[in-house]
Each structure stands twice: as structure tokens, then as C-alpha cells.
């Protein structure tokens, strides 16, 4: 049975399912284009990436903190579909999840921009089912 | 004062390049040389060890001579989690060779280079930068205390630089 469940990738499949189930949806992940080789302008600051917006679903959304300290930003945590971040990772051509969240410049939510923070993730067999990131809002979001 | 603050990095990076080619870093996916200016780079951008990290945080300007006189302070920061091979015991050692090395690359003669307008890089025309009329001229590093931050080694280094205020220039 534990075979079976590794080869097909059932729990991530089960994790879809259930994150669709309590209405996941869709957010953009904000990645910067590679940076130029051996462009000293942009090391300089005179130029800037570009940056693209990718899609990330289903992911579901939730408060981690239900109040926020005057003037401290609140945190946000998303449950990401691994089967999402592995076909990210795969057609964007990175080594690996972690880098894919290293590099990207936020998360776009109803057109606010939150940091992301850091990642984990839960797994079994070895093999990630669900990306847990953690998210920074602007403190001018903040409520 | 800009002018100086790019001139200053790209000297102090091909000091570093040539002193170590292994130090390196990877932004974005492009590997460069291992020394950055923080004020350059995303915001999102995390922390990376073995590398040099310039931040400018202050600035003065004489106004007594001919050309009025900034003086930058530029801080160095660096830190080491040592060899997960070798379980970290070699941080102090890493450290070490981190601190040669930024004191052979800031102190290595001559402490001056031709300042430089790298503001044509910007835009499609990618024009090459201009020598301006005046050097930047720089102090030893002073090496700041080593902070113990878990397993992680850092050490803040501060550099003066300075130069002539060149008419029109930012």
C-alpha cells in the first residue's frame, strides 16, 4: 500500500482534492526575471528586472495571527498544492521548491503584495504533499 | 556622491575577484563575484553567508575647499556558517580568511581609484562609463567585533571613502 501511495503521488492527489474542497483558489507568485549575466548595471542599481506573475492554485489562505500589534505587520499563512509548485518548478527550470521561494519576490493576493517569509513543507515518503508559506503583509494593509 | 559609492564597489570587486574567483554568489541565477551592495538588490533578496554584503550609512560633506569633500561610510558586513562537512567547526578559520581577505583587498595599494559615471549603463544605448576628473580615495577597514549568532559567525568592517564633488554631479 505504502508502494502504491509513493509511486502514484496519492497524497499530494488527496491533498488537491481537499484544498479545492474547503475553496481553494488561485494567487500569483511574483517572480523576478533571471538576472543579466555579468550586468553591472543592474549590481549598480540603474536598472531594475523585470518581474512576472505566475499562477499558484489551489492554494488556501488563512490569518495566522488574528490581531496584529499596532504598527507590526500581520502574518498570513498559505497552504500551497505541491503538485502546483513542482509544475512551477519545472517549467520556470528550477532546481528545486526552496529556490523557487527564495527568488520570488512576493505573493499577489486581490492585488496586495506579501512577502513571503519562509516555506516548509509536509511530506511523506520523502516526497512534499503540501508547501506551507508564511506571509508578511504590508503594514499598510495591516487591520 | 553616487558616482564614488559605484566606483568604490566595482574596484573593491575585482579586488575580491582576483584575490578569490571562488568567492562567489549567486543572484537570480547568475553567478558573480561574492560581494554585493544591499541597496542594489531586492528587498526580498535573503541574507547569504561567505559573502560581502557593502552598505553606505552615513555621509559627510566639507564644504572649506576649492571642491566640496564627501567622506562615505561604508559598512562591510560577512558572516560564516563554516563547512556543513566539516559540521561548522571550521567557522572561526572561515572567519578568519574573510577578514584577510576584505583587509588585502580594502588596503592593497593603490587605496584610490579614477572615479567613474556608470549612468550610461542604464537604458538600451548601454554606454560605456565615463572617467571623471577626480579620484575616490579610501581608508583601511576597521573590523568590528565578531557577533556569535547560533552557529553563524558575522563581522560588520568599516571603510571611509571619499571624494571631490565634481560640478553637477549627484
Not at chain 1, 531594475?48 to 490581531?67: H, I
Not at chain 1, 500581520?74 to 528545486?96: I, K, M, N, P, Q
Not at chain 2, 538600451?124 to 562609463?129: L, M, V
Not at chain 2, 565615463?130 to 547560533?150: E, L, P, R
Request: hydrophobic share 50%; with cysteine.
Amino acid at each position: 500500500m505504502a508502494d502504491v501511495m509513493r509511486a502514484t503521488g496519492a497524497t499530494a492527489r488527496a491533498a488537491d482534492a481537499l484544498l479545492r474542497g474547503v475553496g481553494g483558489r488561485t494567487v500569483l507568485l511574483r517572480m523576478p526575471a533571471p538576472a543579466g549575466a555579468g550586468d553591472v548595471a543592474e549590481q549598480l542599481g540603474l536598472e531594475t528586472p523585470q518581474f512576472q506573475d505566475v499562477e499558484l492554485a489551489p492554494v488556501v489562505f488563512r490569518r495566522a495571527r488574528a490581531n496584529a500589534t499596532e504598527g507590526k505587520a500581520a502574518r498570513r499563512e498559505v497552504l500551497v498544492s505541491a503538485t502546483a509548485v513542482e509544475a512551477l518548478v519545472g517549467s520556470l527550470g528550477y532546481s528545486a521548491a526552496a529556490v523557487l521561494f527564495a527568488t520570488a519576490f512576493g505573493v499577489l493576493v486581490d492585488g496586495v503584495l506579501m512577502t513571503v517569509e519562509s516555506v516548509t513543507d509536509s511530506e511523506v515518503f520523502g516526497k512534499p504533499y503540501l508547501y506551507h508559506l508564511w506571509l508578511r503583509e504590508p503594514v499598510a494593509e495591516t487591520v | 556622491m553616487q558616482n564614488a559609492k559605484d566606483t568604490f564597489y566595482i574596484a573593491l570587486q575585482g579586488r575580491v575577484a582576483a584575490l578569490n574567483p571562488a568567492r562567489t554568489i549567486a543572484v537570480r541565477g547568475v553567478t558573480r563575484p561574492g560581494l554585493l551592495v544591499e541597496e542594489n538588490e531586492l528587498a526580498s533578496a535573503k541574507e547569504q553567508a561567505d559573502v560581502f554584503r557593502l552598505r553606505w550609512t552615513g555621509a559627510r560633506l566639507d564644504m572649506q575647499g576649492t571642491l566640496p569633500l564627501a567622506a562615505m561610510t561604508c559598512e562591510i558586513a560577512y558572516a560564516t556558517d563554516g563547512n556543513s562537512g566539516n559540521g561548522g567547526m571550521d567557522r572561526g578559520r572561515l572567519l578568519a580568511a574573510m577578514d584577510a581577505e576584505l583587509a588585502s583587498a580594502v588596503g592593497a595599494a593603490p587605496q584610490n581609484a579614477v572615479k567613474m559615471n556608470y549612468a550610461g549603463l542604464a537604458g538600451e544605448s548601454g554606454a560605456a562609463p565615463i572617467a571623471m576628473g577626480t579620484n575616490i580615495f579610501w581608508s583601511d577597514a576597521v573590523f568590528g567585533k565578531t557577533v556569535v549568532n547560533g552557529e553563524r559567525l558575522e563581522r560588520v568592517a568599516t571603510v571611509e571613502v571619499f571624494s571631490y564633488q565634481e560640478v553637477g554631479e549627484l
